[in-house]
C-alpha cells in the first residue's frame, strides 16, 4: 500500500505540472498579445505596460513561467479590469459553489440508484423501457432548457420559488435550501440519466456473476442478494465516475447554473469575467479547478484501492 | 455476403424503433437548417444579421411594431403577416428569430459534426499509435491524454475561448482570426479528442493481444500495415458509435461556450448565442430561450438515440454510449 500510495502522489504531482505548463501556455504563449489581454479590454497604453513588467514578458518562457505560478499562488492575481482580488473574490465565492454542487449530488444519485435499480431488476419491462427513457431524456436535456423552464413556470408565473439569489446556511438554513432548490433541482436533471445507465449496465454484469448464484443458492433472501451481493459490486464503478463528476462540476455545470441563477459563486465569477474577457480570474480558476479534479481523482483511487485490493493487484503489473 | 456483420448490423438497427425515431428527428432537423436560405428568401424575406428595429410589420392588415417602445420584441405572428417573424423578432434588435433559429442550427451542427469529426480521426490515430508501438510510445500519449481528459471540459474550452477571443489563434502554418467559427470547432476537437482516445486505446490494446494481431506481426507485417489492415478495421464500430454520441455532447459544449460569450461570436447565430440573447428577455419573452434550448434537446436526443442502436447493433455487449460520456474504457467484465 505505502509504494503505491506514493506511486499515485507522485503520478498526481506530475500531472498538476503539466496542468499548470497548459494554462500558463493557453494564456501567456498562444494569443497574439497576452499582456494587451491580461490588462483587459479598455487597458491603458501606461496599464498594458505595469502588466508586461509584473509579467515579466520579455525574461525567456521558463523565467515568465516561473513568475506567473508566484503571481497565482501566492494570491496576488488582480483582475485588471475590475480591480478585483482574485484570491478573495474566490474564497467569498466558495459556500455558494459548494452548496449547490454538494446538494445537486445527492439528488442526482439518490434518483440515479433508485432508476438504475428499478431497470435493472425490471430488465426488458414496461418499468425498464419508461425509465431508460427517462434516462436518455436526462441525458439530452441542455441545461438551459431545465432552467429556462423552471425560471420561467416554477419561478415567475407560479411564485414557488425565487429566481437568484443565495443565502448561507449559517444565517438560515431553511432559506439557504429554498434558494437552492431550483438550481438543484436544474442540475441533477442532468446526471441522473448517465448515473441510471451506468449503474444499470453493472447491476447487468454483476448479476451474472458466479458470487451471486452461489448466495441464492446457499439460501439468501432475494432481497439481500440484491442489495448486498449486487448492488454493492455494481456501486464501486460508480465511485469512480462520482468523484471525477464532482470534482468537474466547478469547471463545468455551476458555472452555467450559478450564472443563470445568480447564486455568487465560483461559477458564477468564472462566467462573469468570460463574459469581460478578464483573463486572469479565468487563468486562476482553470488551475484551481484542473487541481480540484486531479486532486480528487487521487483520493478516489486511493480510496478505491482501500475498498477493493484486487485493484492494486492489477495496477501494479 | 449473407450474414456478414455489416448486414446483421443494419437488419438490428432496422428493427430498433428508437434509432429509426432517432434517424427521423435528426434528418428533420437537418431539413430544417438546410432549408434556412429557402425560408429567408421566398417567406421571411430578410437575413439571418438583418435588424428591424423602427420598422413595422403589417399583420393582418394592421401595422404593428417589431420591437415596442420599451424594447419587447413582437411575439410569433405565426403566418400572419405572411410567414415575416413567423416565431417573432429576438430582441431590441428585432431580427426574425426563425430566420436566425434555422441559420444558427447550421453554425451549430457545423461546428458539432466538423469539431467530432477532428476528434475522431485525431483519437483513432493516437490510439493505435499507442496501442501499437505500447512501451514509452504509449506511456507519453496515455499521459496526456490524461492531462487533458482530467481538465473540465467547459472550462478547458472557456480558457482556450476566451484566450482567443480577442487576438484569434496564431501558431505557426495556422493562423485563425478572431470571431471565426473554427475557434469554437477546433476547441472542441481539442477538448473531445481524449474522450474518444482512451476508449479506443485500450480497444487496440486488447486487440493487439489477439491470435490474427499476432500472427500479421509474426508474418512481418510492417507496423502501419497492421495499424491500417488489421487493427483499424476493427475499430470503426466502436469509433462510429463515439463519434455519434460526440456530436450530441459537442452540441451541448458549443452552447454553452457561446452562451458565456467563449464560442461563436456576435452577430452570427447559433443556438448558444440565441440562448444567451433569450436568457436576457426570460420572463418577458421566455419564447427567445426555450425555443434555441429546444432544438439543441431535439438534436442531441436523435443522436443519443442512433448512437444507443448503432451501439447495439454492431455489438450487443459494447459499452461503447458510456465510454463516450465518461471517456473511460470500460471492457466488459470477466465472468469470475
Redesign the interface.
Known amino acids: 500500500m505505502g509504494a503505491f500510495l506514493l506511486k499515485r502522489l507522485g503520478r498526481m504531482l506530475g500531472v498538476l505540472f503539466v496542468i499548470s505548463v497548459i494554462v500558463f501556455f493557453i494564456f501567456n504563449v498562444m494569443p497574439n498579445e497576452p499582456a494587451a489581454q491580461i490588462a483587459g479590454k479598455s487597458a491603458t497604453p501606461e496599464l498594458i505596460a505595469q502588466v508586461e513588467e509584473t509579467w515579466g514578458f520579455d525574461d525567456p518562457l521558463p523565467v515568465q513561467y516561473l513568475t506567473v505560478m508566484e503571481l497565482t499562488f501566492t494570491g496576488e492575481l488582480i483582475s485588471y479590469t475590475r480591480q478585483l482580488d482574485v484570491d478573495e473574490e474566490i474564497w467569498k465565492g466558495l459556500p455558494a459553489t459548494l452548496s449547490l454542487c454538494a446538494g445537486a449530488a445527492v439528488i442526482w444519485l439518490f434518483f440515479a440508484v433508485l432508476f438504475g435499480y428499478l431497470s435493472a431488476f425490471r430488465a426488458g419491462r414496461p418499468t425498464d423501457r419508461v425509465l431508460m427513457l427517462v434516462s436518455l431524456v436526462s441525458i439530452s436535456l441542455p441545461i438551459f432548457l431545465v432552467s429556462a423552464l423552471a425560471l420561467n413556470y416554477l419561478s415567475y408565473k407560479l411564485e414557488l420559488f425565487p429566481s437568484s439569489g443565495y443565502v448561507g446556511l449559517t444565517e438560515d438554513p431553511l432559506d439557504w435550501a429554498y434558494h437552492l432548490v431550483l438550481p438543484w433541482t436544474t442540475m441533477a436533471v442532468l446526471f441522473i440519466g448517465l448515473y441510471a445507465r451506468v449503474l444499470r449496465a453493472n447491476l447487468l454484469e454483476v448479476m451474472d456473476e458466479d458470487h451471486v448464484r452461489t448466495a441464492r443458492a446457499k439460501g439468501l433472501g432475494e432481497r439481500q442478494v440484491r442489495v448486498r451481493h449486487v448492488l454493492r459490486n455494481a456501486l464501486l464503478p460508480i465511485v469512480t465516475l462520482f468523484g471525477l463528476d464532482f470534482a468537474a462540476l466547478i469547471g463545468g455545470a455551476a458555472i452555467i447554473t450559478e450564472y443563470i441563477f445568480s447564486l455568487g459563486g465560483i461559477g458564477q465569477l468564472t462566467a462573469n469575467s468570460v463574459a469581460d474577457l478578464d483573463l486572469p480570474p479565468v487563468m486562476a480558476l482553470s488551475m484551481l479547478a484542473a487541481f480540484f479534479v486531479v486532486v480528487f481523482n487521487a483520493l478516489v483511487d486511493i480510496a478505491y484501492t482501500w475498498l477493493d485490493p484486487r485493484i492494486k493487484l492489477e495496477r501494479s503489473r | 455476403m449473407e450474414g456478414s456483420p455489416r448486414r446483421t448490423a443494419l437488419r438490428r438497427l432496422r428493427g430498433d424503433r428508437g434509432a429509426i425515431a432517432g434517424l427521423a428527428l435528426f434528418a428533420a432537423i437537418v431539413v430544417f437548417v438546410l432549408a434556412a436560405p429557402l425560408w429567408a428568401n421566398h417567406v421571411a424575406d430578410t437575413g439571418p444579421n438583418a435588424t428591424h428595429t423602427t420598422e413595422k410589420v403589417e399583420v393582418d392588415g394592421e401595422p404593428r411594431e417589431v420591437v415596442s417602445v420599451e424594447g419587447t420584441p413582437v411575439g410569433p405572428l405565426w403566418l400572419g403577416a405572411g410567414g415575416k417573424f413567423f416565431l417573432g423578432a429576438d430582441g431590441r434588435l428585432g431580427r426574425d428569430e426563425m430566420v436566425r433559429l434555422m441559420y444558427g442550427g447550421r453554425t451549430s451542427l457545423f461546428i458539432a459534426l466538423t469539431a467530432s469529426l477532428i476528434a475522431t480521426l485525431s483519437a483513432l490515430a493516437l490510439a493505435l499509435l499507442a496501442g501499437y508501438f505500447r512501451g514509452w510510445v504509449d506511456a507519453v500519449i496515455s499521459?496526456?491524454l490524461?492531462?487533458?481528459w482530467?481538465?473540465?471540459?467547459?472550462?478547458?474550452g472557456?480558457?482556450?475561448?476566451?484566450?482567443?477571443?480577442?487576438?484569434?489563434?496564431?501558431?505557426g502554418p495556422i493562423s485563425i482570426s478572431a470571431g471565426s467559427v473554427w475557434i469554437p470547432t477546433l476547441i472542441g476537437g481539442f477538448v473531445f479528442a481524449s474522450y474518444i482516445a482512451r476508449p479506443l486505446r485500450g480497444e487496440v490494446l486488447a486487440l493487439r493481444e489477439q491470435e490474427f494481431v499476432k500472427a500479421a506481426v509474426a508474418a512481418g507485417a510492417s507496423p502501419w500495415r497492421v495499424m491500417l489492415r488489421e487493427l483499424l478495421p476493427n475499430l470503426w464500430p466502436t469509433a462510429i458509435v463515439l463519434f455519434t454520441v460526440n456530436v450530441?455532447n459537442m452540441m451541448?459544449l458549443e452552447?454553452?461556450l457561446s452562451?458565456?460569450?467563449?464560442g461563436v461570436q456576435a452577430p452570427d447565430a447559433s443556438w448558444g448565442t440565441m440562448?444567451a440573447g433569450?436568457?436576457e428577455l426570460?420572463?418577458s419573452s421566455?419564447l427567445l430561450?426555450?425555443l434555441?434550448?429546444?432544438l439543441?434537446?431535439l438534436t442531441?436526443?436523435s443522436l443519443?438515440?442512433i448512437g444507443?442502436g448503432l451501439g447495439a447493433a454492431l455489438n450487443p455487449r459494447s459499452?461503447a454510449?458510456?465510454e463516450a460520456?465518461?471517456g473511460?474504457f470500460e471492457p466488459?467484465?470477466e465472468?469470475?
Not at chain 2, 150 to 156: A, N, T
Not at chain 2, 259 to 262: E, H, I, R, T, V
Open positions: 499521459f496526456l490524461d492531462v487533458i482530467g481538465f473540465p471540459v467547459l472550462l478547458l472557456i480558457a482556450l475561448g476566451t484566450a482567443l477571443a480577442v487576438g484569434g489563434l496564431d501558431l450530441a451541448l452552447a454553452g452562451f458565456l460569450g467563449a440562448i433569450g436568457f426570460i420572463f421566455p430561450m426555450i434555441p434550448s429546444t439543441i434537446f442531441v436526443l443519443n438515440l444507443d459499452r454510449t458510456i460520456h465518461t473511460r466488459k467484465r465472468a469470475a
